[in-house]
């Protein structure tokens, strides 16, 4: 069984930063951020593929920046001018194929626990 430990959540005000940190026991396929803010259902945020290609979804565009560390099995979020609607519990997932869609619609990866992240407006 995979291991993944996610840290780095807070609070902040919106237009802040923070930064996520993920470290997996095994760092193989696609690896990527997934949130599920509250109220609502999870949804994607930033993945890299396993050529290294990084894909955001639109509403954090610019202001997220996704990085990993082969050798160190690490997986790392920068997040700047945070928003409100940034709130939310951030997961880690790695080890999957396929596409964002598709790991929210089957679970496939192995998960984080989750990391808590409050923006106040």
């Known amino acids: 069984q995979v291991q993944v430990v996610e840290s780095g959540g807070g609070s902040v005000e919106a237009g802040g930063s923070l930064r996520l940190s993920c470290r997996a026991s095994?760092?193989?396929?696609?690896v990527g951020w997934f949130r599920r803010p509250p109220g609502k259902g999870r949804e994607g945020v930033a993945i890299?593929?396993?050529?290294?290609?990084?894909t955001y979804v639109d509403s954090v565009k610019g202001r997220f920046t996704i990085s990993k560390d082969n050798a160190k099995n690490t997986l790392e979020l920068q997040m700047d001018n945070l928003k409100s609607e940034d709130t939310g519990v951030y997961f880690c997932?790695?080890?999957?194929?396929?596409?964002?869609?598709?790991?929210?619609?089957?679970?496939?990866?192995?998960w984080g626990q989750g990391t808590q992240v409050t923006v106040s407006s």
């Open positions: 997932v790695v080890g999957w194929r396929g596409t964002m869609e598709w790991v929210l619609e089957t679970r496939a990866g192995y």
């Open positions: 095994e760092f193989k396929d696609n």
């Open positions: 890299v593929d396993s050529d290294g290609k990084k």
